[in-house]
């Protein structure tokens, strides 16, 4: 059996910015906290940062909006001086008056000797690292020409950037980019981390994520609910060990239904990671012409061509769609499986063409313990929306692709997603390096064997995703990004499900 840890790790909540707002001053005052003291909190955090990520360095340029972020970066910038930096500190709009805390903060900044510059695009060439402390959590719409001037050149410049609790520019609940938006090497977040900036553009624009709870943390999460958790290998204890007496047959028995004629790697694909997250039996239903491809070098499968309706009652759980293809013998295998679940319920994940076929399935009835698979674009298709709408708001998609199709939902991407109808979660794991064919055909393997070895499907699906990232990053780690192949995850999903 498997379990999930219960952790206390502030690290793995998320919520929106509005509750951050709304929550992080009650929670200061459950402490007897003054909000400008975590103004003073963040700001020497946010200059510990570039410290520790960037040593040894003299020139700081800081960038500074009129809100409460505005108020971190005149502390940052304090902090810096007060450590003999060289130190530039930019406004935007420099003439615009600053009120409460951000007031405060600009004052100490100025009696310090510091002073308020008006942007020049030379001054990015003499700064060792940036601040970005331009716009916070509260913006929305498109940017104004003036931030998107200066967000524009701070991306084009070499320079390092530490971004103040969001990167400027980009919407801290959906990881949207509102037309520009800085691209961060680090992004240091308060209180209490944001939904966007843990998947899609979000993730990308952070660069690496730093939490820090200015001391309330605790306070701030007896308050405020969280909307979605943070995913990690670590939270789970993973599946229970065998019992000696075992055989085969008590590790569920997977079939996979795919591999159209030509279409053999997919489903293989999926098989064989079954077998290696230790599925007893797997069966493979594929077009004939593909048996001869899916069987070579992997006798431990079993390939058929004939018997579907044998071969589903046969099985504890059913893969469909990798490698299914679209055309009238894929229709009519799509078909004859979901009215045979629909009889006979039992655990299945639809992925691949399986999805886009259940797209254009005006009879679709609901499957009760069914898991689907979509990237952005089988998303879109079944939504019938655009995919940039799907990238724009990852978790409000995710959520009506489960309550639509009555199912856990695996949006898959830069921070997969797991919606359940009710919770969502997001992993952490994954690298630009799994961009690559058959990384999704794999994790459906992975889903298909948790779930035949019994699993509930909503934590099958929470420690699939987090396994199948994290053995995608230990590869990365060991020999790059570039070149990694869906196969060689094997061996560490392997080495990962037996701990």
């Known amino acids: 059996m498997l379990q999930k840890i219960d952790s206390s790790s502030?690290?793995?909540?998320?919520?929106?910015?509005?509750?951050?707002?709304?929550?992080?001053?009650?929670a200061a005052v459950t402490?007897?906290?003054?909000?400008?003291?975590?103004?003073?909190r963040a700001g020497k955090a946010i200059f510990e940062q570039c410290v520790a990520f960037i040593p040894n360095v003299d020139n700081y340029l800081v960038f500074v909006?009129?809100?409460?972020?505005?108020?971190?970066?005149y502390i940052a910038a304090l902090h810096a001086k007060l450590a003999g930096k060289n130190v530039t500190l930019c406004a935007v709009e420099p003439k615009r008056d600053v009120h409460g805390d951000a007031a405060r903060a600009k004052q100490a900044w100025l009696d310090s000797g510091g002073k308020v510059d008006v942007f020049d695009v030379s001054m990015l060439t003499r700064a060792d690292v940036i601040i970005d402390a331009l716009l916070g959590t509260g913006i929305n719409g498109t940017l104004r020409k003036e931030f998107a001037d200066v967000i524009d050149a701070i991306n084009l410049s070499n320079t390092q950037v530490v971004s103040v609790d969001v990167p400027s520019g980009l919407d801290a609940d959906t990881g949207e980019s509102l037309g520009q938006c800085i691209q961060a090497d680090v992004t240091i977040t308060f209180v209490g981390i944001k939904m966007g900036l843990t998947t899609g553009i979000g993730k990308q624009s952070c660069g690496n994520l730093v939490f820090n709870d200015l001391g309330i943390g605790k306070a701030f999460a007896e308050l405020a609910r969280s909307d979605a958790k943070a995913l990690d290998i670590a939270h789970f204890e993973g599946l229970s060990p065998r019992p000696i007496n075992s055989h085969k047959g008590t590790y569920g028995r997977l079939l996979c239904i795919g591999g159209n004629a030509g279409m053999s790697g997919a489903i293989r694909l999926s098989a064989e990671a079954a077998l290696r997250m230790g599925t007893g039996l797997v069966k493979v239903y594929a077009h004939r012409e593909s048996k001869i491809q899916i069987c070579a070098g992997r006798p431990e499968l079993m390939v058929i061509s004939d018997g579907l309706d044998e071969a589903l009652k046969w099985a504890t759980c059913i893969v469909v769609g990798p490698g299914l293809g679209q055309n009238e013998w894929s229709k009519s295998i799509f078909d004859q499986v979901m009215d045979y679940v629909q009889r006979?319920?039992?655990?299945?994940?639809?992925?691949?063409?399986?999805?886009?076929?259940?797209?254009?399935?005006?009879?679709?009835?609901?499957?009760?313990d069914c898991v689907m698979t979509p990237h952005a674009g089988e998303a879109a298709r079944l939504l019938n929306v655009a995919v940039d709408?799907?990238?724009?708001?990852?978790?409000?998609?995710?959520?009506?692709?489960?309550?639509?199709?009555?199912a856990v939902c695996v949006l898959k991407g830069a921070g997969s997603i797991v919606d359940d109808q009710q919770h969502s979660w997001v992993c952490r794991h994954g690298n630009p390096g799994m961009a690559t064919a058959g990384m999704g055909d794999v994790l459906t393997g992975i889903l298909g064997a948790l779930l035949a070895q019994g699993v509930d499907s909503h934590l099958a699906c929470q420690y699939g995703v987090s396994l199948h990232a994290k053995a995608g990053d230990m590869i990365a780690s060991k020999y790059g990004q570039r070149g990694m192949l869906a196969s060689d995850l094997f061996e560490t999903m392997r080495v990962l499900v037996n701990q």
Do not use: W
Not at 65 to 73: I, K, S, T, W
């Open 10 to 26: 502030l690290t793995q909540n998320l919520y929106r910015a509005e509750q951050v707002r709304l929550y992080e001053k009650a």
């Open 31 to 40: 402490q007897s906290i003054e909000m400008y003291t975590l103004m003073q």
């Open 65 to 73: 909006g009129v809100g409460h972020n505005a108020g971190d970066g």
């Open 344 to 368: 006979s319920p039992k655990p299945i994940v639809i992925d691949a063409d399986a999805l886009n076929l259940n797209a254009v399935n005006t009879s679709f009835v609901a499957l009760p």
């Open 389 to 406: 709408e799907v990238e724009s708001n990852r978790f409000n998609y995710a959520r009506q692709c489960a309550q639509r199709y009555d």
